[in-house]
Structure formats: C-alpha cells, structure tokens
C-alpha cells in the first residue's frame, strides 16, 4: 500500500489486543440487557423456574374455578336432596353428594372461596402489620426496637392455633375472627425479617446521602428501606398464605373455624372421620383434601419463582 492510498480504516468487528469490541462500541449481551426493563428481566428470570411456571398456571385455574366458575355455571352449595344422599360421583352429580344431599362439587367450589379468601385476607394483614412495625423498629432503634422486638416474642410465645381455638369460644367462630386471629398473631415473622433488612440497609451511602440532604424517615422507609426488603417479604407472604390456609382448614375440621352450612375445604373434610367414610366413600373427604394440598404446593412453587425473579442473586446462589 503507497503513502497515497491514506491510512487503513479501522473495521467496526475488528478485535483489540485484549480480545475485546472496539472502543465505542457495546458489547453485544450488554446493548440487548440494557435495553430491557426490570419487568421483562423478572419475567425471564421467574419463567426459568419451570416448576414456578407451573404452580402458577395451577393456582391460576383453581382461583378461576372458584371465583370465575359459578358465574357461568349453576352450582348450589345449599341445595338439600335427601333421596340422594352419599351418592357416589355421576348421575347429574360430578363429584356425588354428602350426608344430606349436597353436591360435593358445587362446596368444593364455594369451599374454596372461603379458604383461598381466609388465607390471602390473614397473609395481607400480617404483611402490612409485620412490615410497619419491622420497618419502624430497625429505622428508629432504641427503646422502639427494642419495645416491638419484645411484644414480637410474645406473640410468639403463643401458638397461634390455641389462640384462635380461645377466641372462638370468647366471641364464637366466624370468618372474620379467622382472619384477624391469624393476621395478628402471623406478623412476627415478617416484622424480625424486614428489620433485618432495614437495619443492614439505613448504613449504605445511598440511605446516608439522603439523610444527609434532608430526607425524612417516613420518607427513607418508603423509597428506600422497604423496597430493600420486597424479595423477602414476597417469599413471607406466600409462605403466610400456604400456612393460614392450612390453620383455616384444620380449625373449620374441629369446628371452630368456617361453620357449617357455608362450605369450606375444612369442614368439608369434618365428614372423614368415620372409618366407614374413609374407606367407602373417598368422594367425600379426597376432593378438599387434594385441593388443600394442592393449592399449597402450587402457593410455595410460585413463591419461591418471584423469589428468583425479584432478587436474582438466590438463583445464582443455586446455580453456583
């Protein structure tokens, strides 16, 4: 090549010495991540999980089969036929009938209402109770964190259950004492968790910098020391779920939780207790039992997927 030819370009996928891009140039995978949203990044990060995905669809086919179904389908829970009691599945009845003639199907729908809804309403109210007070004892320390940690240890001194079992013969069993029951006596384990959180979190510089301008710690907790604690809290409250649905089903079996004739997978399962029922007629008592199992499994399964796509460093935690 002569002098009058001018200097040779530089080609844009030409390697430096260090086996790198060009300078100016992004790297392939980094332009392609860059790109996406921390939605999209989730979305694939949780869609991975196969066994997520799963569970998903599942609960997502059980919450329409009891909140979407009967809209579209005539299903009375209530209906008595005393001429076709303990009928086994068919003859107009999917799932057969009880002790008095009611379509199993059509109360395991309702059932399901009614348990699903106990389990969401107490998981929600322990959450919101656990992350206020969890947030407010490791932002303020002292004599508050010290005050919240102790009353935390002393609902935990209780067992649950035998609280609910002395409230419902205090006020008498009912949905709504349920609930309250559960939420109140569920949040501890949110609360130590997001206090956790927010105490390693309030000495980073970003938490610092803020303070040092001016932020107030209403202000700290709401953008910074709970966002900082969501993947964990995430995994508590489909935990608390799968658990309160789990406490609504055997107190409602001993009869001091939904009461009869509201249906729930519970008291649906009170008819199993004969030996007769159990070996004879499994129509009555496999039905619930499959779906609180069932329901469960598929609550944990998809907890443990958000839990891989909001905090990604669990999953190369177990890949490594």
């Known amino acids: 090549m002569s002098l009058l030819d001018g200097p040779e370009p530089v080609l844009a996928d030409r390697p430096t010495a260090a086996g790198l891009p060009a ?28 066994l997520a995905v799963i569970g998903g669809v599942v609960l997502i086919a059980v919450l329409l089969t009891a909140f979407a179904l009967p809209l579209v389908m005539h299903l009375d829970p209530y209906a008595i036929d005393l001429r076709h009691t303990r009928q086994p599945p068919g003859h107009g009845h999917l799932l057969g009938t009880d002790g008095t003639g009611r379509d199993v199907f059509a109360r395991l729908v309702y059932g399901g209402r009614i348990s699903i ?29 010290m005050m919240i940690m102790r009353t935390a240890d002393i609902f935990l001194s209780f067992p649950s259950i035998v609280v609910v079992i002395v409230l419902a013969g205090i006020f008498g069993p009912s949905v709504w004492m349920l609930i309250v ?3 109140v006596f569920v949040w501890p384990t949110t609360g130590r968790v997001v206090r956790g959180v927010v105490i390693t979190v309030r000495e980073r510089e970003f938490v610092q910098a803020a303070r ?47 009461q009869p004739p509201r249906p729930s997978w519970g008291n649906m399962l ?18 619930p039992g499959i779906a609180v199992a069932l329901i ?25």
Request: proline letters at 5%; glycine letters at 14%.
């Open 181 to 183: 029951a559960l939420g």
């Open 117 to 145: 809804g106990v389990g969401l309403a107490a998981a929600a109210l322990a959450i919101i109770i656990g992350a206020a007070l969890g947030s407010i004892a490791g932002t303020f320390g002292g004599w508050i964190d």
């Open 270 to 287: 009170t008819s199993a207790q004969g030996v007769t029922v159990i070996s004879s007629m499994p129509w009555l008592w496999l039905p």
């Open 212 to 258: 040092a301008v001016g932020a107030g710690r209403g202000w700290l907790i709401t953008r910074h020391l709970l966002p900082a604690a969501l993947s964990q809290i995430v995994v508590i409250f489909t935990l608390t779920v799968a658990n309160c649905i789990l406490q609504e089903a055997a107190l409602s079996f001993l009869g001091l939780g939904v």
């Open 23 to 50: 300078p100016g140039l992004p790297a392939p995978e980094e332009s392609s991540i860059g790109r996406r949203s921390p939605l999209a990044l989730g979305t694939r990060r949780y869609l991975r999980n196969w």
């Open 296 to 320: 469960v499994l598929c609550v944990n399964f998809v907890g443990d997927g958000l839990r891989d796509a909001v905090d990604p460093r669990q999953q190369s935690g177990r890949q490594s």
